[in-house]
């Protein structure tokens, strides 16, 4: 099969092909619970280009070559002897991890903490290819409404953003204000989810014009331009007291010391985006009682809630389409910020 294999990292992404694209054996069956998934559409990924670029490489334990993308969505193709409830051809989503459902930190919901897990495409050979390995117990079977590479980018993206709108949503009571920094792929699933769980006012944050009107589209009330005055002019929203809750999308530049100078005091402060430092000293966080608080992708059952919502038309991704003979196009697109929302490639 096809598929777009990457050889070496490129710590500072200056090379033309980061991945190639070339023949590979075909994955197989290893255990009684596996599926091989056709895949529909893979999400290209920020997380993709930090994987070039080496970040994880001391996170996690993967040799060279091997096939990134772990958001993937498309169509049954094989089941092992323990795999009754699907067949070749069903639609389905995948949950990023090869959970370890016996686990217990999965018996008790918290997937992404489960030992013994898999990660396609971080760890293990992923969905840029024509076909993926993963287990029956990260599948969600899709409606008809919704086509495999329309919901890619789900299985990560808006899982995430799902994830962290849900749980700042919980605190979040009508009247009360969220800033969203940062508007790209996450940041644009992350306000529709909290427009769908909760009344809160969203305060859309970003540099560019048109990321702000797409977060008015997805429901944000108050849109500011993040200009180097974004700080005053989230106070000036908010009472000069900050938001109950800032959800920051960016996690590096200034975007983390502007996202703690937005959280009023016993508010959150959720860091979703990476790159960058959290600097804080201990006796501003005693004094203002502010939470941080991580955010790690999110739950199986999560990325069934956001379907739900997906099948509603709560929630709607905007997406960019690529061949899968194109991967190299679509990660030099996303390094350049050509790429605003979610790429998807296609086999
Ligand atoms: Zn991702």
């Known amino acids: 099969m096809k598929a777009a294999v990457l050889h070496q990292y490129d710590t500072k992404l200056s090379s033309p092909e980061y991945v190639t694209l070339e023949d590979v054996p075909e994955p197989k069956i290893q255990n009684p619970t596996d599926v091989i998934v056709r895949i529909g559409g893979a999400g290209v990924c920020r997380t993709d280009l930090h994987i070039v670029e080496g970040i994880w490489r001391e996170k996690v334990d993967v040799k060279l070559p091997y096939v990134m993308g772990h958001e993937n969505a498309g169509w049954i193709e094989d089941v092992g002897k323990g795999v009754t409830e699907y067949k070749r051809g069903d639609p389905v989503i995948c949950h990023p991890l090869i959970t370890n459902c016996l686990a217990l930190a999965s ?154 100078a937005m959280t009023r005091n016993n508010g959150a402060y959720y860091i979703v985006g990476y790159g960058g430092e959290i600097r804080i000293s201990a006796i501003d966080m005693i004094t203002t009682e502010r939470r941080i608080i991580g955010n790690l992708v999110g739950t199986y059952s999560e990325l069934v809630e956001l379907m739900e919502l997906a099948n509603r038309g709560r929630v709607n991704l905007a997406t960019q389409y690529y061949k899968l003979s194109d991967a190299n196009t679509a990660l030099h697109d996303l390094h350049h910020g050509k790429v605003r929302v979610r790429a998807v490639l296609m086999p």
Request: contains cysteine.
């Open 107 to 260: 018996r008790r919901g918290h997937d992404m903490h489960a030992e013994g897990s898999e990660f396609p495409g971080i760890s293990t050979n992923g969905g840029y290819a024509e076909l993926l390995r993963t287990g029956v117990g990260s599948l969600i079977k899709l409606p008809q409404t919704l086509a495999p590479k329309d919901v890619a980018p789900h299985a990560d993206a808006g899982l995430t953003a799902y994830h962290v709108g849900k749980k700042a949503a919980r605190d979040l009571s009508p009247g009360e204000r969220v800033a969203v920094i940062g508007v790209g792929g996450l940041g644009h699933i992350g306000i529709q989810v909290l427009a769908a769980l909760c009344s809160a006012d969203i305060i859309a944050v970003d540099r560019s014009e048109a990321a702000l009107a797409l977060a008015k589209e997805c429901g944000a009330r108050h849109l500011v331009k993040a200009d180097e005055h974004q700080v005053e002019a989230v106070l000036e929203l908010t009472d000069g007291k900050g938001a109950e809750a800032v959800i920051d999308f960016v996690g590096e530049g200034n975007s983390i010391d502007n996202g703690l």
